[in-house]
């Protein structure tokens, strides 16, 4: 499964709170993206049609099983090449080389490990 650069931003940045705590709340995702909650709340209904996550009524977001692997995954193709991109570019900034990092990630295939179903 490939995700859209945008996807991507709100899967790795719902993968990287739920690392630090379980519950995400859009108000957190909204405020480190930078965007407004609305925005986030379409995304979120985007990422659920997808089950990548779940969202509870009073607001609290889960990665699935699903959306867990692909975020895992799609992390660590990031991190490999946010720490190639210095050397490629050394005129960008951190935050260039993310934003460059997430769409080059979106649009390579990922190892099919983490399209395979859990059993």
């Given amino acids: ?12 940045e719902i993968y990287r709170i739920s690392e630090q705590k379980q519950a995400v709340h859009s108000a957190e995702i909204a405020e480190t993206l930078g965007v407004r909650r609305p925005t986030v709340t379409r995304m979120l209904k985007s990422l659920l049609m997808q089950s990548l996550i779940t969202k509870e009524s009073y607001g609290e977001v889960y990665l699935t099983r699903k959306g867990y692997r692909l975020a895992r995954e799609y992390f660590n193709s990031v991190n490999r090449m946010m720490k190639l991109l210095p050397s490629l570019c050394p005129e960008m900034n951190s935050r260039q080389m993310y934003e460059a990092a997430c769409a080059v990630a979106a649009i390579l295939p990922l190892p099919a490990a983490a399209e395979r179903k859990p059993q």
Avoid: C, G, P
């Fill in 1 to 12: 499964m490939s995700v859209s650069q945008t996807r991507l931003k709100y899967l790795l």
